[in-house]
């Protein structure tokens, strides 16, 4: 079956870029997403890039797709300690036909001030 | 609307106890998940929801859990004698499909979860 992997933790100090990877194995998604997850919160979307574009920047924030390593990544800019969250990446098998969508284990940010 | 909401946030029980959870989806939504995240984990698709029509179940659903959207709008997942295994958040997501129209993004909205404990 379809397969996401992140890195456990990632800690930086404020102020900092930060770069959380992620690897996958489907290669039908439409669709790649991250999310945000705060302690004691449902998950937020942060932002998504469509398969076919290489990069996007929203804010602080970049997205970098490489689709023939099957590799994402986030890039968060001047990250502040409100940025202190698990960052899920996910895909939506099937081209995102039925908004399923495969998460990886989450990467905790930890950011030092 | 304020968003999907999710009752009760937490839940403790005994082993072989039966649990139930509602979900509350932002209205319009006709998309309807539920989600499964135990500590340090991603979180594991159980089933979904398309109006009252449930349309894929994970085999991570055993037979003792059972998924409901009677009409279309709040879900319930119950587990049926529960066991230790089954503590974990039970979180409830909710979108709107166009019917694969361009634009759509797929983008799915969560609650905050309901903590299943099971002593």
């Known amino acids: 079956g379809e397969d996401v992997e992140q890195s456990l933790f990632l800690s930086v100090r404020e102020g900092d870029s930060s770069v959380i990877n992620c690897t996958y194995t489907?290669?039908?998604?439409?669709?790649l997403y991250w999310y945000k997850q705060e302690p004691g919160a449902g998950l937020q979307l942060l932002t998504y890039?469509?398969?076919?574009?290489d990069m996007k920047q929203d804010q602080r924030l970049t997205v970098l797709l490489n689709k023939k390593d099957k590799h994402l990544s986030l890039r968060i800019a001047d990250t502040q300690t409100g940025d202190s969250a698990i960052y899920f990446c996910a895909c939506a098998p099937y081209g995102g036909a039925t908004n399923k969508l495969i998460f990886g284990t989450g990467t905790l940010l930890a950011v030092q001030p | 609307d304020t968003g999907v909401s999710q009752d009760p946030r937490h839940k403790i029980t005994k082993r072989g106890q039966n649990v139930t959870f509602r979900c509350d989806p932002i209205s319009e939504h006709n998309r309807l998940y539920w989600y499964r995240q135990t500590l340090g984990q991603g979180p594991e698709f159980l089933t979904y929801f398309q109006n009252e029509a449930q349309l894929e179940k994970s085999r991570l659903l055993s037979d003792r859990f059972s998924a409901e959207r009677p009409k279309g709008s709040f879900s319930t997942l119950e587990i049926q004698r529960t066991e230790q295994g089954d503590s974990a958040m039970y979180l409830c997501?909710?979108?709107?499909?166009?019917?694969?129209?361009?634009?759509?993004?797929?983008?799915?909205?969560f609650g905050e979860g309901s903590r299943l404990t099971v002593l």
């Open positions: 997501a909710s979108s709107y499909d166009r019917g694969g129209l361009a634009g759509a993004t797929g983008e799915l909205f």
């Open positions: 489907d290669s039908s998604s439409t669709y």
């Open positions: 890039i469509f398969s076919n574009m």
